[in-house]
Structure formats: C-alpha cells, structure tokens
C-alpha cells in the first residue's frame, strides 16, 4: 500500500508531491488503511486483511508545511496478537490517539488510546464495553469532542447496531456513560446497522443507521439531559427521493455549521452526499449531490467521508471498477463547492512477449505457477482497456487461414487479439459497447458460425451485440474500432449467453432491465442465419432461483449423446440457477420441459457448470460457499452423475488446494480447467471423474492470500487446436498460457 500526498496547485487545483511507502516495502501488509493527520505529525495503520501481524501504526514527522515527510517510529498495543487488524480506525488530536482494532479480544473489537510523550507513544487505555459479541467490528468508528468519546459497532447486536458513550474523568480514564441503541420496535431494527457511522458536534451525537427501512437508511440525533445524566433522542436526519439500499448514514461529517451525510448506494449505486443546513426549525433545509450528474457509474461517492473547515475529501471506493478515486471538494468565494478527482497509481503486470516463460521452481516470472508456461501476457491498457477491467474470455479459429483469436471482454467493450503466435499477440482492435448503455464489471459472450454473440449484465440498454468475426481479416496495419453487425434488442441487460452450434440457437441468462427477461431464465433465440435474429420463447424452471422466477445464472446447452438413450438426438440445456442444477429439454422451442432437478444442502449461489465429454458427469462451481464458510477446507466443486437425466444426483465434490472462490469451469478431454479468482488457473485431473486431482495452476495474481473473495482471473478459454490456453484477469490483462501437465489433442 501507499499514501498519496497532495498540495494545492497546478493547472487542476491539487497535485500529487509525494507517495510514501511502509518502511518494510512487504507485499499485501495493508499499509495505509487509515490516516490521521494533525500539523506536523502524521498516522498511517498498517493493518493487513490476513494473519500475518497484528497490524501497527506509523508515525511520520515534518519541520514545517512545506518540509518532507520523514519516518519516526511506529507503536502497537500491547498484548497484541496476529490478525488483530490493529489500525482500521485512527484518530489524531494533539497528543492523543485511538486506534480501532476489530479482531482483537477473540473477535469483539476495542480502542486503544495512546498519548504522546516526547517521541514516544505509549498505550494508556484500552476500551471495549463488556457486552460485545464477537464479530460486531467495534472499533471501526469513533467521534470525539471535547471529554467525551462516541463509538459506534454497525455489526452489534446482530446487526442492529449500537453506539456508546464514553467520558473522559479527572483522571483521564474513559468511563462508559451509556449505551445508545434504534429507539425503535425489535422488528424494525432488524439489520439496521445502527453505529455504522458517528459523529459528536456541539454536544450532539449523531449514529448512522444505513440498514434502517429496506437499507434506505436513517441519522438519529441524541443529546444528553444534563439533570438526569443520560443520552436520549431528539429526532433524525432522513434522506429524501431515495430507494431501497441507499445506505444513507454510513458515513456522517460536519462542515461548519452543516451535516453532510454520504449515501453511497443511492441512484443505483452512484452514491450521493446529502447536506443539511441547520435553521430555527433545525435541519428543514436540505440539498445533495454527486461526484457526476450525467454518468450512471457506480462509484460509490460517499462512501467515505472526511472535513476540515472549507475541505472536504469524498472517497469512491468503486470507481474505476474497484481501484477507487477520491474528491476533492473545496469552497469557492462565492459559496459553491469545486470538485476534483484524484486517482493512485494502481501496480499493473508489463507484457510479456517475445519467448516463452518457463515455469521453474514455483514462478513464471513474478507468477506462481506449477506445470504451466506462460507464453505472453497482454496489458489492459494494451488492448484498448484504458481505465477498465478485464472480464470473459473465449477464442475463435478462422475456418479459412486458421488464425486463432482471443476474444476479450472488458468493462466497456470487447477487444480482439491475434494469438497464432502466441509469445507475439497482436492487438486487432476494439468493439466498444452499447453507446446508450453504462459500463460494467460483467461482460459474457460465445462464438458460433463465425459471429460472436455479446451481453452484459447491469447495462441497460445494451441489447446482445452480434460481430462478423471475418471481418477481422481485414485489420492490416494499426488497430481499428469496430461497431456490431447486429444488435438485437429482444432483452435489455443480460447476465450471460450460451450457444448450441448443433442447433443454431442462442439462450441468454439472467434478462433484465427490460425486454422479454423470461424471469431471468432461458431467453432462446433462433440465430441459424446470424444477422437476423428472431425471438424463439423462453424457458423459466419455475421454483428454482433466489426468486422462484427460475433464473438461470449460466447454462450449458448441447444436442444429447450421453447415456440416457431417452434423450438421444434431443436438446438438453443444464442451468446453473442460484439454488439448484436445472435440466431441460428444450427442443421445441414453444414446449421446453423441465425434466431434472438437482441441489445440495449446504450450497451457496449455484453458479455454473460444464459436461465431461461422455455427458455422464456434470461438475458444477459455487460462487459463494468459500465466501460464506461453508466449504471450510478449500474450493469445492460438485459433481453431478447426470446419467439419468430426470434425476441427477450428487456423486461427489472436489477439494481444491487453495481457498479461493471458484468462478468459471471448462472440461477439454481428461482435463478441467478451473478459473478460481485470486488463485488463478487450476488444472484438474478428471482421468478418473470421482476423484479429480491438481496437476497444475498459475496464479495470475501477483499479490494476495488466495482466500475466498473476488478479483483475479475470471474465464479462461481452453479449446484452440494448438493446445493455446487463454485466461483473463480483470486488473491484470489477458494471460496466453501452455499447459506442461498433458498434451491437448484436437
């Protein structure tokens, strides 16, 4: 990690007059989690997200405003333990410092206050109140004026939330004053995460409760009653034309006399800031505002939220698809507030091109890696990615001259790249998306009859791109910008595509945001003659999905050959839909039949599966069982004997090497090629179905835990005659690999 120091000037306003980086320069060591500056001294937590320490805090010192930062020590608490995640909250005023640590003390969470003497920082308190449970985050969030301490636990409870109030003695030891909880009914404060923000200011305590009404969210307003001596409720600051999942009250700052308010869920995700003015009737007076009116992104502006006098800094920690941005906001002289974005300087791989790069001894250059070479990797930022994210891959060979081409899909279009030789990828050119449809994180498509096929999830507007992949014989010289040959607008957003060249029928999953969405499940299309589309039916297996709708979240369909002679010659399409493994005879495409269904107890989100080659075995991934804990030993993958087709059954489940979170899967022969996001590729053994082994990976993420969570490699592509294995990592560009562990035939 790093923390960006900036000072006023330059043509924009701001510019960026340093980096400063932890002393120990250790990968993934979470420096910079918090800072907390005040004059010449300046806090910053490295706090990691694993158990390698316990975290700590540095300091760094300046003669003067326009001096250097200089490194002068660090302290932790004492009795600290690994995995403390000491530093996820810093406060800094005069000699004082609280330091939030969440994990501390098997789990609850305390405060540590340190006070200043000399050069020296010396614990001198440590507070928790007694009755937190574990895993209620306390020590995430503090406010304090004058003697008195606020602290809020969103995760209290079971998150309901609550603050508490702390008073500092003559002695200067903190006393709990009170505990402040919703003064609502029991009912209503379900997952309220009350205490998720908090602020003191002239006397009153103000506590974010961004749960509250379906996650529209909530400020309540507490002051003391100085005869009784206790805390009570005086009314609430509420959000005005909001939705559902606002999350107003996450974040909560003072900006002279008005309460700003961060809402970073509102308008579908672009996040808001809502000012109140206080007035003779209290706060009537009320504005808000966003980072950009005229964009849909979804940046999360608000997030975070800090204020010094006529400054104030908004964090957007989902801009830029999750390398975040921050803005600057600063008041004019006539009132109105400017604002300018800053970005970091995010680490990204260089290409590799020119020779092969051998895997020895556990690396392929900065890349783990076991039996895998890597042949050549392609930056985003090579390939017509500029400020986006890498999504999907999947590949197409020229009938006519044989080439081989990587199709890959980014937050904002589709690129091309010759991969015939593969240690010289050549970039072709970019198909951008949807001009009227936002940019996403999700972007799907298959290739069939030399035409690529193009949804994308949360893009409304978007339609199914269709592009003649002939037309890339063309590209001689520099890249070009391509634009579909066909949009088809029967669906607006989509969540994936699938399909059958047997047949010639396209099946979008997952519509939404208008058009036929077919409840989310089988929106079928009848592509024989690609460049004119024509709506064919839907297919929903009403019961199965979060919803009941029968959505289908990814799905694989194939004209039948497998052991189940009853269905010989018939289409068969096998879903992935949330909560069960759906088999389908979708032959006549006005009468599709629902004919299996399968499930486990303890599963996550049903996400995607593919066939062994024979058609008896479906192996099947699980997005969120590593998320949620219940597949505790590594990545699991199901496995289905789907010999029977009205009544697959589990066989089995694989245990992977790592515990990462399993994305995509595609089986070629013996092998089964896994995409498990920030352990990369995994290469399976499935010689023998019941009992698959690794036999190799290469991890395309540099840095990290390979635990469960998001980011890294997305899809992977592994069908191209020459055994060319394609994979896509989504901040990392397009890794063009060589699997040692078997030879691929055709």
């Not at 390398?323 to 974005?341: D, N, S, Y």
């Not at 019941?690 to 997305?714: M, Q």
Request: charged residues 20%; contains cysteine.
């Amino acid at each position: 990690g790093y923390v960006y120091v900036y000072r006023p000037g330059g043509v924009q306003g701001w510019r960026e007059v340093t980096r400063i980086a932890a002393p120990d320069s250790a990968l993934n060591n979470g420096f910079g989690r918090a800072v907390a500056i005040e004059g010449n001294t300046l806090l910053v937590a490295q706090s990691p997200n694993d158990s390698s320490a316990a975290g700590m805090v540095h300091v760094y010192e300046r003669n003067g405003p326009a001096a250097a930062w200089r490194h002068a020590g660090e302290f932790g608490a004492e009795g600290a333990a690994r995995g403390d995640r000491f530093g996820r909250m810093l406060y800094l005023k005069g000699d004082i410092a609280i330091v939030g640590a969440t994990r501390t003390d098997s789990m609850r969470g305390a405060l540590f206050v340190f006070r200043r003497t000399g050069s020296q920082w010396k614990q001198e308190a440590k507070i928790r109140p007694e009755d937190v449970k574990p895993a209620s985050n306390f020590g995430s969030t503090v406010s304090v004026e004058n003697d008195v301490l606020l602290a809020g636990s969103g995760l209290a409870d079971s998150a309901q939330g609550a603050a508490w109030v702390y008073r500092r003695d003559a002695s200067g030891g903190w006393k709990m004053e009170q505990k402040l909880s919703l003064p609502l009914l029991p009912s209503a404060r379900v997952n309220a995460r009350f205490g998720t923000g908090v602020l003191l200011h002239n006397g009153v305590a103000y506590v974010g409760a961004p749960g509250l009404t379906q996650g529209m969210g909530a400020v309540l307003r507490f002051t003391r009653d100085t005869v009784a001596k206790r805390w009570g409720p005086i009314g609430a600051l509420l959000p005005f034309d909001v939705t559902a999942q606002a999350q107003f009250g996450g974040t909560i700052a003072t900006v002279g006399r008005e309460i700003w308010v961060g809402a970073p869920n509102s308008m579908q995700g672009q996040g808001r800031i809502f000012r109140f003015m206080p007035d003779t009737a209290g706060f009537s007076s009320a504005s808000r505002f966003g980072y950009d009116t005229t964009t849909v992104a979804q940046v999360a502006f608000g997030a975070w939220l800090t204020a010094a006098n006529d400054l104030v800094v908004v964090g957007m920690p989902n801009a830029d698809f999750g390398e975040g941005r921050a803005a600057i906001l600063a008041r004019t002289a006539t009132g109105q507030w400017k604002q300018q974005h800053l970005n970091g300087r995010i680490f990204r791989p260089s290409a590799v091109a020119g020779k092969e790069v051998q895997c020895t001894s556990g690396k392929a250059g900065m890349f783990e890696c076991g039996k895998t070479n890597m042949l050549s990797m392609v930056p985003i930022a090579e390939m017509g990615g500029g400020a986006s994210m890498l999504n999907t891959v999947w590949g197409w060979t020229d009938p006519q001259t044989g080439k081989e081409i990587a199709i890959v899909g980014r937050s904002n279009g589709t690129s091309f790249v010759d991969v015939s030789n593969p240690s010289r990828p050549r970039y072709l050119g970019d198909l951008p998306k949807t001009a009227e449809a936002p940019a996403t994180v999700w972007r799907e498509f298959k290739v069939m009859h030399n035409h690529v096929f193009i949804v994308s999830d949360g893009a409304k507007n978007h339609g199914m791109q269709v592009f003649d992949l002939t037309r890339l014989r063309t590209v001689r010289g520099a890249p070009q910008t391509f634009t579909p040959d066909v949009t088809y607008r029967g669906v607006s957003a989509a969540h994936n595509v699938a399909v059958d060249s047997s047949t010639g029928y396209v099946y979008i999953t997952g519509a939404n945001s208008g058009g036929e969405t077919c409840g989310g499940g089988l929106h079928m299309v009848n592509a024989k003659d690609p460049k004119h589309l024509t709506f064919a039916g839907c297919f929903q297996d009403m019961g199965t999905g979060f919803a009941g709708t029968g959505y289908s979240h990814d799905v694989q369909c194939v004209l039948y050959k497998g052991p189940d002679a009853r269905y010989t010659g018939r289409e068969i399409c096998f879903g992935g839909n949330e909560t069960a493994l759906s088999v389908a005879d979708v032959t006549d495409k006005a009468a599709p039949k629902a004919i299996g269904r399968a499930t486990y107890p303890d599963f996550g989100y049903i996400h995607q599966g593919w066939l062994t080659e024979d058609q008896k075995y479906l192996y099947v991934n699980d997005e969120l069982d590593e998320i949620q804990g219940k597949a505790k030993t590594g990545t699991r993958t199901m496995i289905f004997d789907v010999s029977k087709l009205d009544d697959p059954v589990v066989a089995g489940a694989f245990i992977g090497t790592t515990k990462a979170t399993d994305h995509n899967l595609y089986i070629r022969g013996d092998r089964m090629y896994q995409s498990n996001y920030q352990a990369g590729l995994r290469i399976i053994d499935i010689s023998n179905p019941l009992k698959p082994s690794e036999v190799g990976y290469f991890d395309t993420v540099p840095v990290g835990d390979n635990g469960p969570g998001f980011g890294g490699t997305w899809n992977n592509y592994p069908y191209f005659k020459s055994g060319t294995l394609l994979v896509t990592s989504g901040r990392e560009g397009l890794f063009v690999l060589k699997d040692q562990s078997t030879t691929l035939t055709p």
